[in-house]
């Protein structure tokens, strides 16, 4: 099995990305299946034809984006994707698209093909603080969510493809009031993440929503 695994450069004046931080540690394989490892650009539209480029030459069966969500305490494992693009800042090449959808054929969302759950308690059960969301952004993390999974739903039907939102490290946070998890630890938790998608063709069926 090959698995793509994506990570955004930085964005908003930050100097660094824990995505792509992640990516540098990722071992090239695991239990036996390859990892592929790309970082991409923050930036409308190029980052998913990046991905697709890299899907056509590698023929990956897996994708699994990475995000920096700031302020999450947890790793968090995204169950959905919207079809908007509303941009609070400006991306990487100064594009701030603001109340459009991703595309204009595409449905009003997209659920995850990941066995989310199984990841989520795969997590837990090895001290990693992990929980399910259920809202990627407006941003290019659920652009690119998204765009995944339309594009596998259109072009690509065999693979599976999700997005993992990873908290700030430890050397991004400049107060004691910023949640933030150690680089090790996140790096630890992708790792579980993908051993639960190899382990779990179908995800598990355990109570994991919220009340709001």
Do not use: W
Not at 63 to 77: D, E, F, N, P, Y
Not at 137 to 154: I, K, S
Not at 155 to 174: A, C, D, L, T
């Amino acid at each position: 099995m090959k698995i793509l695994v994506t990570g955004f450069d930085p964005f908003g004046g930050e100097s660094i990305n824990p995505s792509t931080e992640v990516l540098k540690k990722l071992p090239d394989y695991i239990n036996g299946n390859k990892i592929i490892k790309c970082e991409i650009e923050t930036v409308a539209y190029k980052s998913l034809d990046k991905i697709k480029n890299i899907i056509i030459d590698e023929k990956p069966d897996i994708v699994l984006s990475l995000g920096q969500a700031g302020g999450r305490k947890t790793i968090s494992v995204e169950k959905v994707a919207i079809n908007l693009n509303d941009f609070r800042i400006k991306d990487n090449e100064g594009n701030q698209i603001i109340d459009e959808k991703i595309f204009d054929d595409g449905d009003t969302a997209y659920f995850s093909t990941l066995p989310i759950k199984a990841i989520v308690k795969k997590l837990i059960d090895n001290n990693i603080p992990a929980t399910i969301s259920y809202s990627a952004g407006t941003f290019v993390c659920n652009h690119v969510m998204y765009g995944v999974l339309y594009m596998c739903e259109r072009y690509f039907p065999n693979i599976k493809s999700g997005f993992i939102h990873i908290p700030f490290i430890k050397e991004q946070v400049k107060d004691l009031d910023t949640p933030y998890m150690h680089l090790e630890d996140i790096v630890c938790g992708v790792i579980l993440s993908i051993e639960a998608i190899i382990e779990n063709d179908v995800d598990i069926k355990v109570i994991g929503g919220n009340t709001h």
